[in-house]
């Protein structure tokens, strides 16, 4: 295969090489190339730009990325079922594709991007539905900001996809993804893609969703913030004075209502009524004790 009109229909590499999805792999294969299209559309302009693709599967998407003309690809497959299939992608489209077999929540993107590029970086994926959340958090929870990464395009599952734009306007979805989305990106959903595009169907529907990194978020140590989230969110019916009781950072108790005093936030408030600066603030006051 020497052209790119030279690869055979998704459905057919599908059969040849025998990859029924796997449920525990969280895949669902999306043979639509006018979606696969639009997705990586949605991700580009792609030109001199290195495109990561987390559990590309058969290659549906990474064949989109390509012809919207990626500099290079990088898909990180877990699945080694599928390898054959991305293979002979990497054929059509000569030094475009680098394959690596391997889990995404393990790989040090920023490092494997460095080895083989040297220009603008950016991720886009269907992401499979038992990692995303995953994937996500651990990407914004990152040390170094900005990141490696100029644009996150990602599927997810619609009320996942919702979760990670609503502000305390959407109480009942406003949370601790939420909350790290909104402090260090723009995030906003960008289409929705039915349950009947994918083979097989999942029971919900997807959503494409588009983060663009700020690059001055207010200084916060990540991880402290997702700590307190977890926390405040993980007991949403109460009040913080009694939900963060039990938080501690590095080994260490807090003065809840010591700390809830110096950020200026009533104990007896609930965690979907808390903005986002509001947690970051507390964030802060925490990290410094």
């Given at each position: ?55 590309p599967g058969p290659g549906g998407l990474t064949r989109a990325l390509l012809r919207e003309g990626a500099g ?40 494997i991007v460095s080895q083989y590029w040297s220009g603008p970086a950016r991720i886009c994926a269907n992401l ?130 010591g700390v809830l005093s110096e950020a200026g936030i009533e104990p007896t408030r609930r965690a979907e009524e ?16």
């Amino acid at each position: 295969m020497s052209a790119p009109d030279a690869l055979p229909p998704l459905r057919d590499v599908v059969s040849l090489y025998g990859l029924a999805a796997k449920k525990s792999l969280g895949q669902n294969f999306l043979y639509d190339l006018n979606l696969t299209g639009r997705i990586a559309r949605a991700a580009g302009p792609l030109e001199n730009v290195c495109v990561v693709e987390i559990g590309p599967g058969p290659g549906g998407l990474t064949r989109a990325l390509l012809r919207e003309g990626a500099g290079l690809v990088i898909a990180i497959e877990r699945d080694e079922r599928c390898l054959p299939a991305l293979e002979d992608i990497a054929r059509a489209f000569p030094h475009r594709l680098h394959i690596i077999h391997g889990d995404a929540l393990s790989a040090d993107l920023k490092t494997i991007v460095s080895q083989y590029w040297s220009g603008p970086a950016r991720i886009c994926a269907n992401l499979p539905y038992n990692i995303g959340t995953a994937l996500l958090t651990q990407w914004l929870e990152s040390e170094i900001w900005p990141p490696w990464f100029d644009k996150l395009t990602l599927m997810f599952q619609r009320e996942v996809a919702e979760r990670i734009v609503a502000t305390p306007k959407e109480r009942a979805d406003y949370g601790r993804l939420g909350v790290l989305c909104g402090w260090r990106t723009q995030a906003r959903i960008l289409f929705d893609v039915p349950a009947s595009a994918f083979t097989p169907p999942p029971k919900v529907t997807s959503s494409i969703v588009e983060l663009i990194p700020r690059a001055m978020p207010r200084p916060c140590d990540g991880h402290v913030l997702s700590l307190i989230t977890q926390s405040a969110f993980g007991q949403r019916r109460k009040m913080l004075r009694q939900s963060l009781k039990s938080l501690s950072i590095k080994g260490k108790a807090i003065d809840v209502l010591g700390v809830l005093s110096e950020a200026g936030i009533e104990p007896t408030r609930r965690a979907e009524e808390i903005s986002i600066d509001d947690f970051v603030r507390l964030a802060q006051i925490c990290q410094s004790l």
